[in-house]
């Protein structure tokens, strides 16, 4: 049903006047006419009594006049959220992060929201290989990850992480021999298959370091890495923005090199149009 058949409905109801209510709907008593007759034609009913005094709701009408009157609101309520969807000042963002940016990303949200409090924010943790697959299936909004990125994702450099060695405050370690003191102690690695992205990254910082520790003991996560140091178990190498969440018995040792930092930025898929997001990417710009 034309919506604005419905308008018309309730504003000559609310004017019972045909002069007037087309006044109002700048429209001609004509038009306003016709349209009445179709409503009227679609619902099989008859809406008002004509007289010489105007126009008055018949039985019908009345029953019918609360629910018009709902039905409208409800419509105009849609067409503001729509237009607050369009501008980006409405809506919901679904965000990724890892623990690069376990402090970083809850900011940036915090300061989007302050602006725009009536978008609804998920906030999920991901490893990276699946953060960047979720965008480009669609399923996040935006991503906070590692750089680079391939097509159809961009991205917008923010601040920057390292790989670290963590070990356990008690042990031993000469920092200007570095790796043989570390020979000393089990290397505790990374589940290749839980953490590809990061894996690949370490693979590539010990090539250039030109060394071959031997992995002891696997975990599955970050954190299970920490605990594993934390009992003694031997050392891990790890963002060194993992500090922040690990134990305080853990010692971070930032690693130096060509592959050893990375950027880390705000990610999404190009391919999809989303005034929300595009709402967010400018806050972060700004």
């Known amino acids: 049903m034309d919506i604005d ?39 099989n009913v008859a809406l008002f009594d004509r007289g010489r005094h105007g126009a008055e709701l018949t039985p019908m009408g009345k029953v019918l006049l609360p629910e018009a009157k709902r039905v409208l609101k409800g419509f105009e309520s849609f067409q503001r959220l729509a237009s607050f969807v369009a501008e980006g000042t409405s809506g919901h963002l679904n965000i990724g992060f890892g623990i690069s940016s376990f402090h970083e990303a809850p900011n940036y949200i915090a300061k989007f929201k302050q ?22 299936l669609g399923q996040l909004q935006l991503g906070f990850d590692r750089l680079p990125v391939e097509a159809p994702l961009k991205a917008i450099p923010l601040f920057s992480d390292r790989l670290a060695i963590a070990i356990h405050e008690e042990e031993k370690i000469n920092l200007d021999n570095l790796w043989a003191s570390l020979s000393h102690y089990n290397y505790l690695g990374l589940s290749q298959s839980k953490n590809p992205t990061l894996n ?52 971070f040792i930032p690693l130096t090199g060509e592959h050893a930092e990375w950027s880390v930025g705000l990610l999404w898929n190009s391919d999809i149009t989303d005034p929300v997001r595009e709402a967010f990417i400018r806050k972060v710009e700004s």
Do not use: M
């Open 5 to 43: 058949l419905l308008r018309t409905f309730c504003q000559l109801a609310e004017d019972k006047n045909f002069r007037v209510a087309s006044q109002h709907l700048y429209i001609t008593q004509s038009a306003l006419t016709k349209k009445i007759q179709r409503l009227e034609e679609n619902l």
């Open 115 to 136: 602006e725009f409090p009536n978008v609804h924010v998920t906030l999920n943790d991901y490893p990276s290989h699946k953060l960047v697959e979720e965008l480009r």
């Open 200 to 251: 690949k990254h370490i693979a590539t910082y010990l090539w250039e370091a030109k060394q071959r520790p031997v992995v002891v003991e696997e975990a599955h996560d970050l954190i299970t890495a920490l605990a594993l140091v934390s009992a003694r178990l031997g050392y891990t190498i790890i963002p060194a923005s993992v500090a922040r969440i690990s134990q305080p018995q853990i010692r």
